[in-house]
């Protein structure tokens, strides 16, 4: 049962457009959100995260975007880099529990 | 402050061996968790330990063991390896704090291939 989804194997973007990467979740109870960036041969890295109480958190050119009722989140990346070309991940959480994983997005950011 | 790090980091077994990986987390950090990641399944979730008890399971089999020392150090152990087994292991380690979110630090993973 896939508690977390990313429907969205890749995705593809020019540099300097908008990158937006989804993520739905079907356990209501989830309290925390986060995304993480994962480049290949290193671990994930924490990029952002969300509490339920809010439904946007924003650091730099990244913003997370929380729509409870529809239980969706998204990450908006503006511009995109080159460098932000990695697999991204979304992970829930509920009352400081463990971290439940999407399957990830592999970003490409041409130029 | 060191990362958290993993050995080994790349890992050959036969099918019906037995491995063992370790993790040894950032300086301070009590908590360890361990995720198994597969093209397609993402990181899944496989045990948590804090001060050398298993938190948290996920479900995985019995196969799949764990441990934490009291230096927080932790090992994961597969006993009876399956082709399926092939995958990333990657450890997180975090602090962590009462009633709070704790950011989770990973490592680099080890890679395990299974022949």
């Known amino acids: 049962d896939q508690q977390v989804k990313q429907n969205s194997p890749s995705l593809s973007v020019q540099e300097g457009r908008i990158s937006i990467l989804n993520c739905d979740y079907t356990?209501?109870?989830?309290?925390?959100f986060l995304w993480y960036k994962k480049y290949p041969a290193e671990g994930p890295t924490f990029l952002i995260s969300i509490s339920s109480i809010k439904d946007k958190n924003e650091d730099g050119r990244f913003t997370v975007f929380l729509n409870k009722s529809a239980k969706h989140l998204s990450l908006h990346i503006v511009p995109s880099q080159p460098g932000d070309s990695a697999v991204y991940f979304c992970?829930?959480?509920?009352?400081?529990?463990?971290?439940?994983f999407g399957t990830g997005t592999r970003l490409q950011v041409f130029p | 402050k060191a990362g958290v790090t993993q050995t080994p980091r790349y890992l050959i077994k036969t099918r019906g061996q037995q491995v063992t990986l370790s993790c040894s987390p950032i300086s301070g950090h009590r908590s360890v968790s361990w995720y198994q990641q597969t093209p397609g399944q993402g990181l899944q979730f496989l045990f948590e330990?804090?001060?050398?008890?298993?938190?948290n399971k996920g479900n995985f089999p019995g196969r799949f063991s764990g441990r934490q020392f009291s230096n927080s150090r932790s090992e994961m152990n597969v006993s009876t390896l399956e082709l399926g087994d092939s995958a990333l292991y990657l450890c997180?380690?975090?602090?962590?704090?009462?009633?709070?979110?704790?950011?989770?630090?990973f490592g680099p993973g080890t890679r395990l291939t299974v022949l």
């Open positions: 997180a380690s975090s602090l962590p704090v009462q009633n709070s979110y704790n950011e989770q630090f």
């Open positions: 330990y804090f001060s050398e008890t298993q938190r």
């Open positions: 356990n209501s109870m989830f309290d925390y």
């Open positions: 992970a829930a959480s509920r009352n400081t529990d463990k971290l439940i």
